[in-house]
């Protein structure tokens, strides 16, 4: 899972295994650590919430989506699931493979839509 914020924008981007984790009603957390005794979590998790919601405490991001709603999105052409929560955007993506080489790992991304349309 990646994370992005920009502002009061938090973008999700999930790999297949991450959509299929949440749309069976798993957490997909990551972690980033600073040092030893400081790190940054983030997290996203379906369940029973009514609402698309992130919650900040403890240097942790937990974003919760409704069941219901992670289901149909994973098995949908849906590229993406947003919301707002008073002042912050919250989107989750499904992460699209590169156009181009970058040397990130793309072998568990979404097929980009774009590319059957690339001509070289």
């Known amino acids: ?9 938090i973008r999700l981007r999930l790999t297949r295994t991450e959509v299929a984790e949440i749309s069976e009603g ?8 600073f040092s030893p005794t400081s790190a940054f979590v983030y997290s996203l998790q379906s369940g029973s919430n ?3 919601e992130a919650q900040f405490s403890d240097n942790c991001l937990q974003i ?3 069941q219901e709603i992670a289901t149909a999105w994973a098995v949908s052409s ?6 707002e929560q008073q ?3 919250i ?3 499904k992460d699209f493979a590169c156009l181009s080489p970058r040397g990130e790992e793309d072998s568990d991304t979404f ?9 070289c």
């Open 87 to 89: 002042q912050l955007k």
């Open 1 to 9: 899972m990646k994370l992005r914020i920009k502002g009061n924008t």
């Open 26 to 33: 798993r957490e997909v957390r990551e972690i980033t650590e």
């Open 50 to 52: 009514e609402t698309v």
């Open 78 to 83: 849906d590229v993406g699931i947003e919301a």
């Open 91 to 93: 989107i989750i993506e």
């Open 111 to 119: 097929e980009h839509p774009m590319s059957g349309q690339l001509q």
């Open 64 to 66: 919760n989506i409704p």
